[in-house]
Nanobody, 122 residues
Framework: QVQLVESGGGSVQAGGSLRVSCAASGRPFGALYVAWFRQAPEKEREFVARINSGGMTYYADSVKGRFTISRSSAESTVSLNMDRVKPEDTGVYYC????????????????WGQGTQVTVSS
């Protein structure tokens, strides 16, 4: 069983920066493929970014060039640095993990964190 705990988030003005982190436990961190998803009110959960055990990254077009996903094996954490944020980045950000390979499809991931709220004001 994998436990994921998000931290960070909060409120920020458009154009600012914010960081959310996800601490993983319960399985060897190196075996986990980790992704971030977000869900705005009355919208479906959408893919944001993902990173494999080797550090290869993938981003949604909407955040490419503004968001950076990274992982720390020493701390068993995956972070999402969000720069030049926009009001449309508002939502609950969820960390998800799966052993083995990854996907932009939320249904692929077995393990989920509780989510952390990010609010961007204009």
């Amino acid at each position: 069983q994998v436990q994921l705990v998000e931290s960070g988030g909060g409120s920020v003005q458009a154009g600012g920066s914010l960081r959310v982190s996800c601490a993983a436990s319960g399985r060897p961190f190196g075996a986990l493929y980790v992704a971030w998803f977000r869900q705005a009110p009355e919208k479906e959960r959408e893919f944001v970014a993902r990173i494999n055990s080797g550090g290869m990254t993938y981003y949604a077009d909407s955040v490419k060039g503004r968001f950076t996903i990274s992982r720390s094996s020493a701390e068993s954490t995956v972070s999402l640095n969000m720069d030049r944020v926009k009001p449309e980045d508002t939502g609950v950000y969820y960390c998800a993990a799966q052993e083995g390979w990854g996907s932009a499809d939320a249904s692929h991931y077995h393990y989920w964190g509780q989510g952390t709220q990010v609010t961007v004001s204009s």
